[in-house]
């Protein structure tokens, strides 16, 4: 069963830095296709960036350019490091894994794609204040 644990996030002025990270219990990992997603309060989860484990990642408009995406295959570890935030960056994070067998026509290769399959973590909190 994948379990996946987020840490990081906090509060921030606006224009600075956060790192959120996310620890998967699956192995191999590398077999994994995972990504970031957010919700802010009575919107919808929404896709932020998602990378397939063999080279190919990609990354919603809004946050292209400002956040990057990192994976340690020997750590288990997927990492956001988000730069130069808003305040409409303000949400929870979530840390989403998916199997690359089973993750064909997913979100994971089109973020616009269905959520499923998919597993979450439990979120952690981005504050970004104006």
């Known amino acids: 069963q994948v379990h996946l644990v987020e840490s990081g996030g906090g509060t921030v002025q606006s224009g600075g830095s956060l790192r959120v990270s996310c620890v998967a219990s699956v192995t191999p990992f590398s077999t994994y296709c995972m990504g970031w997603f957010r919700q802010a309060p009575g919107n919808e989860r929404v896709p932020l960036v998602a990378t397939d484990g063999e080279g190919r990642t990609i990354y919603a408009d809004s946050v292209k350019d400002r956040f990057t995406i990192s994976r340690d295959n020997g750590k288990n570890t997927l990492t956001l490091q988000m730069n130069s935030l808003e305040p409409e960056d303000t949400a929870m994070y979530y840390c989403?894994?998916?199997?690359?067998?089973?993750?064909?026509?997913?979100?994971?290769?089109?973020?616009?794609?269905?959520?499923?399959?998919?597993?979450w973590g439990q979120g952690v909190q981005v504050t970004v204040q104006g």
């Open positions: 989403a894994a998916a199997h690359r067998l089973l993750a064909a026509g997913s979100w994971c290769y089109d973020l616009a794609g269905p959520k499923v399959p998919i597993v």
